[in-house]
């Protein structure tokens, strides 16, 4: 299974509470290599990890603290969330961290 280099992630939800004043959250997160220039993706907000490792428990950082109410993706079970789930029982991350995210895994496959 290959290693994730980068995660793309947008977060919708309202500004002040209202609910017709939306605004739009995006980001990357992605792992630092040779190829990587972040200079060159200046209109949005990079994070730069050293390993995949960090990666996955970054992208658990910002689910935790956007605290959507819904999560999408696409190819849910094989791809997007379920890709970042096998790789995270890779390294054996069955913690308190990842238990929002196994759980959003099992809901989509009822």
């Avoid at 609910?19 to 200079?39: E, F, H, M």
């Amino acid at each position: 299974m290959d290693e994730i280099a980068v995660v793309f992630w947008s977060f919708q939800g309202p500004n002040d509470g209202r609910a017709l004043n939306v605004t739009c959250q995006t980001g990357i997160i992605v792992v630092q290599s040779k190829q990587l220039n972040p200079l060159r993706l200046r209109d949005f907000r990079v994070e730069v990890v050293d390993t995949e490792l960090e990666l996955l428990n970054k992208i658990v950082d910002v689910v935790v603290d956007l605290d959507p109410d819904i999560v999408t993706g696409w190819e849910v079970q094989a791809a997007s969330w379920g890709y970042l789930n096998a790789r995270g029982r890779h390294y054996g991350l069955f913690s308190y961290r990842v238990f929002a995210i196994n759980s959003l895994i099992l809901l989509y496959r009822t």
